[in-house]
């Protein structure tokens, strides 16, 4: 069955430092997300990313945060001067239309030190 | 500000029993819903995905729906140990390009 595969696992960072977390969606499917999620807390939608540009982002995806598709397969999420509360479950997904369900890759855990 | 809600739990039936969940969404404007299954540590896992008001079954797993109650609900018959999991409700609004996700209920399948 077709995955969304994410890379790292795990990825611990120092404070202020820059990070970048690597997915590759579905490879049929057009639509890309990033999720997060706290320990303990909510799934939460940082943004959509459709026909190589930004649909939709969420209040979190600030000018820290920001996504690139720098080929045909490879679906970036970089995060800037990071912080103790960056620390979380990200979560990559991809759908074939928008309505549709998603399927979400098993997640980077990033923790800020 | 869009919510979705479900009852936290935790929730605990015996293995075989019938475990109901439950969900209400705040945006009438709302077209697609999903149920997600998580298990702790790991990422949501879509189990089912329902569009329109009435039920829809997929093996022990039953999803309903009610536009006009805003309400979703999740029906898992004969459940089992490896049913134990926490169980996301997910809805998808007409305009956005997003889930909002409610905060799970904990489900526990007792042997």
């Known amino acids: 069955e077709p995955e969304v595969t994410q890379t790292p696992s795990h990825q611990v960072t120092q404070m202020g430092q820059e990070v970048i977390l690597r997915c590759v969606p579905i490879?049929?499917?057009?639509?890309f997300y990033w999720y997060r999620q706290i320990l303990g807390q909510k799934v939460e939608f940082l943004v959509s990313f459709y026909n190589n540009e930004i649909s939709e982002k969420s209040e979190i995806f600030d000018d820290q945060f920001s996504v690139e598709r720098p080929d045909g397969s490879n679906f970036t999420l970089k995060i800037r001067s990071t912080k103790l509360e960056d620390s979380a479950m990200y979560f990559c997904a991809s759908s074939e239309g928008w309505l549709g369900g998603y399927t979400f890759g098993s997640g980077t855990r990033l923790t800020v030190v | 500000q869009k919510e979705v809600e479900q009852n936290s739990g935790p929730l605990s039936v015996p293995e075989g029993a019938i475990a109901s969940l439950n969900c209400t969404y705040s945006d009438r404007g709302s077209q697609s819903f999903f149920w997600y299954r998580q298990y702790s540590g790991k990422s949501p896992e879509l189990i089912m995905s329902i569009y329109s008001n009435g039920d829809k079954e997929d093996g022990r797993f039953t999803a309903q729906l009610n536009k006009a109650s805003q309400y979703v609900s999740l029906l898992i018959r004969d459940s089992q140990p490896s049913d134990s999991a926490t169980y996301l409700c997910?809805?998808?609004?007409?305009?956005?390009?997003?889930?909002?996700f409610g905060s799970g209920t904990q489900l526990t399948v007792l042997p």
């Open positions: 997910a809805v998808n609004s007409g305009s956005a390009r997003q889930l909002t």
């Open positions: 490879s049929n499917h057009l639509y």
